[in-house]
């Protein structure tokens, strides 16, 4: 089988590391060869990019800027580690990926799908994850299961829950736009319930790869 790249989508919260871990757990018991990486970072020049991108530092940061390091973060992500990994016939699982610079740069700041289609393009080669599973969960939650309580939060927060919100929606545009390969997973179950949604959509993709040889 050749390698595959399935990507964890959905805003901070909705689960994605905790699902990655336990999905990675369970491959591995079935004898996959299974890589854990996540963006931005993955490598070193991606790691030091990341540190830039949340440092609150740099509040000045333009969202052009913002989507062009993710980029270049991505870059070197795709060279260095995913290509090999691929190449070596790995099962890549990958916490965040294009997904999310459509979601949070796109429809989170404003930017146009285009510009984010187009530096995308040239930072990834044109390589697009195999699987996308997008954990679907209210911003509130999100933030509860986090920590917060929403009637804590001041006026800033609270455009911040509406920045999340659009980024919600933007992920679950991009699920309409590309059905193919994206899988949206409703969140709001326990760990071990969303775990078999994900058990169950993972096997099945691949099942088909192996049936197709892809
Ligand atoms: N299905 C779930 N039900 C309740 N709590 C959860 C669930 N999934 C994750 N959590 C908890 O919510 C928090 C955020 O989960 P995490 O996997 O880190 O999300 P993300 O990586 O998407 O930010 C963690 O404290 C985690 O233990
Ligand atoms: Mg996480």
């Not at 991606?46 to 870059?75: F, H």
């Not at 700041?109 to 080669?125: C, K, P, Q, V, W």
């Not at 991009?174 to 169950?200: F, K, M, S, Y």
Request: hydrophobic share 40%; with cysteine; aromatic share 6%.
């Amino acid at each position: 089988m050749k390698g595959k790249l399935i990507v964890f989508e959905g805003i901070d919260g909705s689960g994605k590391t905790t699902q990655m871990q336990i999905l990675g757990r369970r491959l591995e018991r079935q004898g996959f060869p299974v890589v854990y990486t996540r963006e931005p970072g993955g490598t070193r020049v991606g790691e030091s990019i990341r540190g830039i991108l949340l440092d609150p530092l740099y509040r000045e940061m333009e969202p052009q800027t913002e989507a062009l390091l993710y980029a270049a973060a991505r870059a070197q992500h795709v060279a260095q580690l995913l290509q090999p990994a691929l190449a070596a016939g790995k099962v890549v699982l990958c916490d965040r990926f294009l997904g999310s610079s459509l979601a949070y740069q796109g429809f989170g700041r404003g930017l146009s799908l285009e510009f984010i289609d187009h530096i995308n393009n040239l930072a990834t080669g044109g390589l697009k994850p195999d699987l996308v599973l997008i954990f679907d969960l209210s911003p509130c939650l999100c933030l509860k299961r986090i920590g917060a309580q929403v009637n804590e939060l001041d006026r800033l927060e609270r455009e911040e829950m509406a920045f999340h919100r659009r980024v919600r929606e933007g992920y679950l545009t991009l699920a309409r736009r590309e059905p193919a390969c994206c899988r949206v997973i409703d969140g709001r179950q326990t760990v071990e319930q969303v775990h078999e949604t994900v058990w169950r959509e993972v096997e099945r993709f691949l099942r088909e790869a192996n049936a197709g040889n892809k």
